[in-house]
DNA sequence: TTGAAAGCGTTACCAG
DNA sequence: CTGGTAACGCTTTCAA
């Protein structure tokens, strides 16, 4: 592998011109920038990375830390990590795959050992444990997720709270008077992932707000959690006549129980979904849905992160408007009937 | 941050003593060793990746291309991933992750400029173009998947052929005589993606063996795809009592027509799937299936690469052992009636 | 507009 | 069993 300085000699210039070169740090003529370009070409120069990296204490690797258990929502993961991947590399940065077992850890062997600039955290928790170390790092961090003290840390993600309001104040807009909220996994719940509790806040809030009687149940995984949280619902709230599904796995079993007990949607029942598009759309039924939007989020918590690292302004919180699209899955309630 | 001639003062000794304690290179007094590693934790020192990677020339960083579009089969690839930076960092090593839009310029980008050791690649091709930039790297690669012309490239991967085999004689040997194959996507055949042409190949060839009529026929993602794949095969094949179905997506939407059609699994027709076991126990009717083990694979995929390079004998070809698990979606076809 | 040279923090060879 | 000291390949200040 040819090195800066036979770029050098076989350019007939210095190594640091060579590197100048490279950053466009420093004006350099266009008959020297020219040698210079082709002798890199020729030799097939390229850096090394390590040498760079401590040359100029950059690394030009972002960590990111994404729970790969299987137990969660792995299509919004996958989407979450393709954005951020993107975006870094749009930024000429690569990323580096740490999962959440590796805990506090994992952070710290990798912002020690120097081996990134900038770490990106997804599935936060309320009071993450991770906060404290996450604080002392050299590095700066964006998290995907709201934990409860979050001062000082740079936070991007939809706003959960909203999201829970604008799927009420719809369904409540069309007449609904009981509305039932299906929602994660008790496990999400006893993590105090942020997400939920975010949204179960705003979702508590806007019934308030709106004077709207609702029953709020976790879905265990699978069709007989989704039946048991269901047939809850029901038992607390006789008359639910609108169902909103913070649960994208539960999305499907709950619209084969809908039909196996023949209540339709939405004839007999409304749905608003909080779930990516394309699972919304790829539903028996098309969903009236507030879209995750994993590709924003991701692409945004980089961004962030980039304008940490040259030290640029940035909005430490930074929760998303949530879009609900309209597809059918509510009706309107007739007045006389509410 | 504190250096390792930080270190070495701190603990009286030289710097390299610092760097033998921690490599094991070189036998050191246990009395030296242990001011050594209490100077080493008093003052918080952590080696820098870099500069590591500068004077050894190994990065302890593995590369994962992933294809990270939406079109295929994520959770399959998050099984590969989490089993591939699970198994890397049981070897202490990290995982820098690419996507497969990058191209054969990424992986040149990451080998040439020294950002790792090795290279795991997945959704290999037939005829994949960055074969030959693979072949012209310093560093080793591993493939999950089997391309046409694989000589001198360690590939590993579930045995696809073997499969299709194991399948169809399941079949045959409950008495079916006429078995439908529903395989992936149109976009995954045209891609060459070497598991559907080798499942295919696997799969005529067992036909023939086996003396059973068999048609085949891709399927388009969507209900619609899958009822017009199944229209086709009753058509092709009337009287057809048994379906293969090497495409997860496509099952459920399957499952679903089959039910709104009357026709009971397995009493009206039989199903082997091939996906992984959590999806084949996730269905409305559990179904019996040869898994796909990505966890497996992902392992043995980080272990070869470490015999590489540790300079360790590898089998270049490692196709792993199909497993059928029954699981009721089969009947028995009684002799009279074959 | 360019060059020279001092680091950056390790490793690993050469000595002892 | 331990120390000294060149590398490793690049960036960046200081000078010109």
Redesign the interface.
Known sequence: ?PTINDVARAAGVSPSTVSYVLSGRRPISAETRARVQAAIAEL?F?????????ASSK?N?LA?VAP???DVN??V???F??AV??AA?AHNH??????K??GTAGLE??A????VDALILMDIERDDVRLPAIRRL?QPSVLIGLPADHAGIACVDLDFEAAAGAALRHLAGHGHRRIGLIGPSPAVYRRQTTYADRFLAGFLQASADLGIRTATHPCEP??EGVRAALADLDTELPGLSALVVHNEEAL?PLL?LLHAAGRRVPEDISVVAICPR?VAT?M?VDLTSIDIPAHEVGTLAVETAMRLLDGRRVEFTRLLEPGLVERGSCREIAPSHR
Chains 1, 2 share one sequence.
């Open positions: 592998m097939g390229h850096p090394h990375a390590g040498a760079r990296a401590l690394t690797v990111l790969l258990r299987v792995v299509p993961i996958m989407q990590a393709t991947v993107t590399r690569d990323v580096l795959l740490l999962t077992d590796e062997r990798v020690h050992s120097t081996m050299k699978g069709v499907r084969d394309d790829s028996p």
